[in-house]
């Protein structure tokens, strides 16, 4: 019998909600394909025609919140833009929209950051994309703010480690409101701005 786009739908959506309420309740790491397909109601290789891994579901499960933070850092920053904002201010921005919006799917983080988020090379699907949309946007803000020349890949590079050293801090955060990864963050972007080797802007040398 053949299997319509509908049935199809349905059956990704299942395994999507099936797959979140594992993860949220026992972990990543402590839920298998073969447990995720059995709650389900379907065969492991149906699973496997939707999703390759157990990380490609949690990939899934984690695409909105990403795309959600990615959106309000672009809409606060492009507000902030009225009140000449510095570069740190900027990504500061930039991460801390990610690291909220990311709240709701908390618990897979670590995992995601174990699933390809931290690589630095070809990374293929939701995590090569991620990493190139966050290099893009800070690759931006280095323009926008008169960085044009040192906005390099090994300044790129650096700016990816903060921001996967502040994401894996905030994982494992537990100081009320995650106080710590705010200071941390504000330090660290601050410290990144004044590692530019360039004449910095006087909104720079302000803060």
């Known amino acids: 019998m053949r299997v319509t786009q509908q049935v199809k739908l349905e059956t990704r959506q299942t395994l999507l909600a099936t ?22 109601g379907v065969g492991i290789g149906t699973l496997f025609n939707y999703f390759p891994t157990k990380e ?3 990939w899934a499960i984690a695409a909105a919140a990403f795309d959600k933070g990615r959106m309000t850092a672009r809409d606060r920053i492009e507000q902030d833009a009225a009140t000449q904002s510095s570069l ?8 801390a929209c990610d690291i909220r919006a990311l709240e709701s799917v908390r618990i897979l983080v670590p995992g995601l950051l174990d699933a390809g988020l931290g690589a630095w090379g070809a990374a293929e699907g939701e995590p090569g994309s991620i990493r190139v949309q966050r290099l893009a946007d800070a690759d931006a803000l280095l323009v926008r703010h008169g960085h044009v020349e040192h906005s390099t ?3 790129l590079h650096l700016y990816w480690s903060l921001y996967l ?5 905030w994982t494992k955060d537990t100081s009320p409101n995650q106080e710590d990864t705010w200071s941390l963050l504000d330090q660290g972007v601050r410290m990144f701005a004044g590692s530019i080797p360039s004449t910095v802007n006087a909104k720079e040398r302000e803060r």
């Open 165 to 169: 050293g502040v994401l894996a801090f």
């Open 88 to 95: 740190s201010q900027d990504l500061f921005t930039l991460i």
């Open 56 to 58: 490609a579901l949690a």
């Open 153 to 155: 890949p090994a300044l």
């Open 19 to 40: 797959a979140q309420g594992l993860f949220f309740s026992k972990g990543l790491d402590a839920v298998s394909t073969r447990e995720i397909a059995s709650a389900a």
